[in-house]
């Protein structure tokens, strides 16, 4: 018996004899593929000229074409990688991106099956333990995935509910039929449903789902429960105004986006006042190289300016709220082009940054290292002073655990050791700590080890350890 009759291949938990692999490929591509992955000695039939031609643009395209038929998995992506794009025509190379995406799309449903499994798997028999597990569970995989923390919980329940509610929409994703957005939409749309009714809408919907966009999926999928749960839009519009907000995503060039969720109404409301604004400073100034949208952008800051002169508004840590921006004295003077930091952004040129510091109140923070003790307090103060939570705040700029964005300016300034058991008050032991990790390191068995120059680690209940090192404020780095 030669190597290539009792060879196996593992395919899911499945197993395929290299004689059955001929009824998935056809007898060029079988050989290649035998042979480039090792599983075969090649015969004395097979000469070196046509071991080379199964490699040819020829049987790359035929092994495209066989992979069709073929499960998404580890089996397929061997075959894959033994293709050669730059042998395909443009249809060829179309097609060997689709392939790759298809095993994208099953990696994809593997991957939310383990995260599924953490959440189901031995979870303690008392109720009461069962949400601290959870938590500290989700917090262990933000931080093994490098997970923002805060919605840590909200993937992982997602991932539980594709698994286990949305069956044949996970099959679909498993199949490499439907993508891992189409997934979420499902999962999103059909957050409120019971079990018989999420059958319903995927009976529905699910048959004509393969070729769909996302956007066109949840159309069909918003049509579907509408039908099979005629007062789900009624609740659902009360539970979305609920939640109206508004949040800001950080892009490039010095830009963000700022996004309103609000009523439909409310929202028309917003954008009609804008536009007249904007209309009514473009019929006043007469400036075209302003366009309108970026005079509705203009109106909204303008709007928000003003608003923040309002001597009422709440203060944080002491501080009105106001735009913080580091840069070194020689790029303020102009003599120099270091970068300078907008809080909570990161770096800007220069130049933007001298255009806000034209209005600007300025407070100094030293940034290369100090001998002097200005900033230790000692052990007789516990709030830190002013100058201190000044100092906090910009140092760490976020919370401190890992991953963590939370802005300083929202967070409480911790003692790594605690002030009762003798921790100073100074730099070298607090540190910002948003809400949920400052009680993590209090009461949720977390342990919390500073450095005394920024750096902190994390020491978890189950002894790993994470560190955290101390932000960089070297502009020129």
């Not at 593997?110 to 009461?128: K, N, W, Y």
């Not at 698994?163 to 059909?190: D, F, I, K, N, P």
């Not at 806000?356 to 290292?369: G, I, K």
Request: one cysteine or more.
């Amino acid at each position: 018996m030669s190597r290539s009759d009792c060879m196996y291949v593992t395919v899911g938990c499945t197993f395929a004899t290299c004689a059955q692999l001929g009824t998935v490929l056809s007898e060029g591509p079988r050989r290649f593929f035998l042979m480039t992955n090792g599983l075969a000695e090649p015969t004395d039939d097979i000469t070196a000229d046509a071991a080379g031609s199964a490699r040819d643009a020829a049987g790359d395209v035929a092994m495209l074409a066989e992979l069709a038929a073929l499960e998404p998995g580890p089996l397929a992506m061997m075959v894959l990688s033994g293709i050669d794009p730059t042998t395909l025509d443009d249809d060829g190379r179309l097609d060997y991106a689709r392939e790759w995406d298809r095993q994208q799309r099953w990696a994809a449903a593997r991957t939310q099956s383990a995260l599924a499994e953490i959440m189901v798997c031995d979870l303690p028999d008392d109720d009461s333990e069962i949400g601290e597990t959870l938590e500290y569970r989700a917090a262990m995989v933000a931080t093994a995935l490098q997970w923002p923390p805060r919605g840590a919980m909200g993937r992982l329940d997602l991932a539980t509910r594709m698994v286990y509610e949305l069956t044949g929409t996970y099959a679909l994703l498993s199949a490499g039929q439907l993508s891992l957005r189409h997934a979420t939409v499902m999962a999103e749309e059909t957050e409120s449903l019971d079990q018989i009714s999420i059958a319903l809408v995927e009976a529905r919907v699910l048959e004509r789902a393969i070729g769909q966009t996302p956007a066109e999926f949840g159309r069909s999928v918003r049509k579907a429960v509408l039908a099979v749960a005629p007062l789900v839009a009624e609740l659902h519009h009360a539970s979305a105004l609920a939640s109206r907000n508004v949040r800001r995503a950080w892009g490039r060039d010095g830009m963000a986006t700022l996004v309103a969720t609000l009523s439909a109404a409310d929202a028309e409301t917003v954008y009609l006042a804008l536009d007249a604004v904007a209309h009514k400073a473009a019929a006043a100034d007469g400036d075209t190289t302003i366009g309108i949208d970026a005079r509705r952008a203009d109106a909204l800051v303008a709007w928000a300016l003003a608003a923040l002169d309002d001597p009422t508004l709440p203060k944080q840590h002491g501080r009105s709220v106001a735009l913080r921006v580091t840069i070194d004295l020689p790029s303020l003077l102009g003599v120099a082009d270091h970068p300078a930091e907008l809080s909570h952004y990161g770096m800007i040129p220069a130049s933007v940054a001298r255009m806000l510091a034209a209005d600007a109140q300025w407070q100094r923070f030293v940034t290369e290292p100090v001998t002097g003790h200005l900033l230790d307090f000692g052990s007789t103060v516990y709030r830190p002073p002013q100058a201190l939570r000044d100092f906090l705040i910009a140092r760490d700029r976020v919370c401190r655990f890992p991953g963590c964005s939370t802005a300083a300016e929202r967070c409480d300034l911790d003692h790594c050791c605690p002030y009762d058991k003798g921790g100073h008050t100074s730099a070298g032991n607090c540190h910002a700590l948003c809400r949920r990790h400052h009680i993590a390191k209090t009461t949720g068995g977390w342990v919390l080890r500073c450095n005394g120059k920024g750096g902190v680690t994390w020491v978890a209940p189950t002894g790993q350890q994470f560190f955290v090192p101390a932000e960089n404020h070297d502009p020129a780095s």
